[in-house]
């Protein structure tokens, strides 16, 4: 959906804070939901959301303005990066 780039920027606020509360590493995918008095709530996280071309997580960041492509290589070089210290190469 469309939203005003204010609730935009608080809607991606509150994703960013719930990943880092969870402590959830290098991907998840969390929902969030507005009611009825505008307030914005999360609905769930998903720590291990799929990543088929078709799936909300992708169809998420191409919203974005990413590639299939760069989405799957930035999730690898930041699980490289935690794992051994360093990006991919």
Do not use: K, W
Not at 40 to 54: A, D, H, W
Not at 72 to 82: G, P, V
């Amino acid at each position: 959906a469309q939203v005003e780039s204010s609730l935009a920027t608080l809607l991606q606020d509150i994703a960013v804070a719930t990943f880092r509360a969870c402590q959830c590493r290098d991907y998840a995918r969390v929902d969030l939901r507005i009611d009825r008095s505008g307030q914005p709530f999360v609905l769930e996280i998903n720590s291990m959301p799929g990543l088929s071309m078709c799936g909300t997580y992708a169809l998420a960041a191409m919203t974005a303005g990413h590639s299939y492509s760069s989405l799957i290589n930035r999730i690898l070089d930041l699980a490289h990066t935690r794992s051994f210290g360093i990006g991919i190469p």
